[in-house]
């Protein structure tokens, strides 16, 4: 027997005593990794760690899934709530001094291109017809950042504005 074969017919093996409607001992779970298992299994969970490390991790997750207690925990989104006031918020993939570093370059390209030797040649060759297409992009361009800038930083704009104004 090979290991994905072992896996397969883990997944298809269903709790020997009940563990899973809640009676008995889980499956495969403590002790010995071939306990409970078939035969041919549990030869090839004693000779690959790998398959028998498997097959303990599930047969433990079983016993968990077993316990009685489980089905007493009524009030635990409850108490979920009351302890997330406590769990600091998530951090900001970027920070807002990368947005901020970010929109000024795009600003600065933006005033500094008139003085580039390409907006030249380009003017040159397409007269003025080439700086309003151009000043159109660079606007759309600007835009849609502080459109993004603005929606992934929405929340702390409320609370700010909140904070000052709301009293």
């Known amino acids: 027997m090979n290991c994905s074969h072992f896996l397969a017919r ?3 093996l269903e709790p020997a005593g009940g563990a899973a409607a809640g009676g008995g001992s889980a499956p495969f779970a ?7 298992l078939p ?18 991790a599930l047969g433990a997750a079983l016993t968990l899934y077993a316990l009685p207690e489980a089905e007493l925990l009524v009030d635990l989104a409850p108490r979920i709530d009351a302890l997330l006031a406590f769990v ?6 970027i920070a807002m001094g990368g947005w901020i570093g970010v929109g000024g370059l795009i600003v600065a390209g933006m005033v500094s291109a008139p003085f580039m030797a390409g907006y ?3 003017r040159e060759a397409y007269g003025a017809g080439y700086t309003l297409p151009l000043a159109l992009v660079s ?3 600007l ?19 909140y904070a000052r104004f709301a009293k």
Do not use: T
Request: aromatic share 6%; with cysteine; net charge positive.
């Open 10 to 12: 883990l997944d298809c």
């Open 30 to 36: 403590g002790g010995s990794p071939g306990r409970g």
């Open 39 to 56: 035969a041919d299994m549990a030869e090839h969970a004693a000779s690959c760690p790998s398959c028998a490390r498997v097959a303990s």
């Open 88 to 93: 600091p918020p998530p951090r900001r993939e």
């Open 120 to 122: 030249a040649a380009m």
């Open 139 to 141: 606007g759309l361009a």
């Open 143 to 161: 835009s849609a950042y502080l459109g993004l800038f603005i929606a992934s930083h929405l929340v702390g704009f409320s609370k700010a504005f």
